[in-house]
């Protein structure tokens, strides 16, 4: 009854890969990497003062690391950008009062059209720099023993071919890269030109995400799940801010209500680890999201690489963004909202380097907008 609809990104390892397969091997996504270092102390207190000011007063937050033969000298401010005003989040119905202003952006300092992105938390930065030169990842790592690793790498460095095996992958891989270098070009054009030709108008989609209890767990605290949320839009932004796609330009998502799980729920119907993406999927989409035009649920299961399924979006209620809450077509006697994807984390119970969970989630907001299949 499904099987028509859905659009799912399906990347199987042609090596028979189980769980672990990829030996001890700590990052088994890049095949390159360089532990980094930073004034922590001083970041902390930068970032305690940000805090504190207000928007107009705000100064920059810097940080400088060094990688790559090369100095990375950032200079951030709160960006919320990606959140709605009225944005909140919900724990079993409640609303929680959360801080969002550890979520910075900014540039290289020697580098005016770079663009930087990350979060600032307990003095450690995780986030993503485009320059010139391509994107650049920084990320920690908190370990057993207590110690914690920083490390940054090259888009380069991701090893795709755990995923490249399947065609589909390879393609998303380059509609992204393409999109990612549209930005950069029509970046470096409105430098020499005027605003004349910027279209102003624009489209925003509010988003209702759900973070399900595996997910948060993946990332132990709010906080952390939302500075990863936070850094999934922005990409997701950067790629549709520059598109035309069927008609919609320049669309741009915000996150309005962000449901998170942060306890096991054994009542709840989407507890159990051992649900399919089709099961879940149908599941997710059983609520009314009339409130937003996209509603995605992020979790964090091995689905032997399929990473993403969405409603491909249609004209009227029959799926895709804006789809309204009614009587399902295809499932007579059911209600639902078709204006809903999935995305896990995981691979082969490996977690995905940030950049590939990008490329996922905007391959699978793709189909929702209308994208077909593949
Ligand atoms: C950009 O990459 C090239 C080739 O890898 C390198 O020679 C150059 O120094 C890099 N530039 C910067 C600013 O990192
Ligand atoms: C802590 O654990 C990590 C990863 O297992 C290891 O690389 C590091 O050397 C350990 N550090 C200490 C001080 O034990």
């Not at 270098?181 to 489209?203: A, F, G, L």
């Amino acid at each position: 009854m499904l099987s028509a609809h859905y659009a799912v990104v399906f990347l199987i390892s042609l090596r028979l890969c189980l769980l672990g397969c990829n030996g001890d091997k700590i990052r088994p996504f890049l095949t390159y990497y360089e532990t980094v270092s930073y004034n922590r102390d001083q970041l902390f207190k930068d970032h305690q003062r940000s805090k504190r000011a207000t928007n107009q007063v705000q100064s920059t937050v810097q940080i400088e690391i060094f990688g790559y033969n090369r100095n990375f000298e950032l200079m951030l401010r709160r960006d919320r950008s990606v959140f709605t005003d009225d944005f909140k989040v919900m724990s079993d119905d409640t609303s929680i009062p959360i801080d969002i202003s550890f979520v910075y952006s900014g540039i290289l300092k020697d580098e005016g059209e770079s663009f930087c992105h990350g979060s600032v938390i307990d003095g450690y930065f995780h986030g993503s720099i485009q320059t010139r030169n391509g994107t650049f990842y920084i990320e920690y790592e908190k370990h057993d023993n207590g110690t914690v690793e920083s490390y940054i790498y090259h888009e380069k460095d991701i090893d795709y071919s755990l995923m490249k095996d399947v065609k589909s992958f390879e393609l998303s891989l380059k509609k992204y890269e393409f999109l990612e270098r549209m930005k950069w070009n029509s970046k470096e054009e409105s430098v020499t030109r005027t605003k004349r030709s910027v279209d102003m108008s624009r489209t925003t989609c509010l988003m209702q995400l759900k973070a399900d209890y595996l997910f948060f767990k993946r990332f132990r605290n709010l906080q952390e799940a939302i500075s990863q949320i936070a850094g999934y839009m922005r990409s997701v932004n950067a790629i549709y801010d520059q598109v035309n796609f069927n008609g919609i330009k320049h669309i741009n998502f915000k996150v309005k209500v962000l449901n998170i799980i942060q306890e096991k729920q054994p009542d709840n119907a989407m507890n159990s680890a051992y649900i399919g993406p089709e099961k879940l999927l149908m599941l997710h989409s059983s609520y009314n999201y009339n409130n937003v035009c996209l509603s995605y649920l992020l979790t964090n299961r091995d689905y032997n690489g399929v990473l993403g399924v969405a409603w491909t979006g249609k004209e009227g209620n029959n799926g895709g963004i804006c789809s309204m809450f009614s009587k399902l077509k295809d499932a007579p006697g059911t209600e639902g909202s078709l204006n809903t994807g999935i995305v896990t984390i995981q691979k082969y119970g490996q977690y995905l380097p940030p950049r590939l969970i990008h490329i996922t989630l905007a391959h699978e907001i793709g189909h929702s907008l209308g994208s077909p299949v593949r």
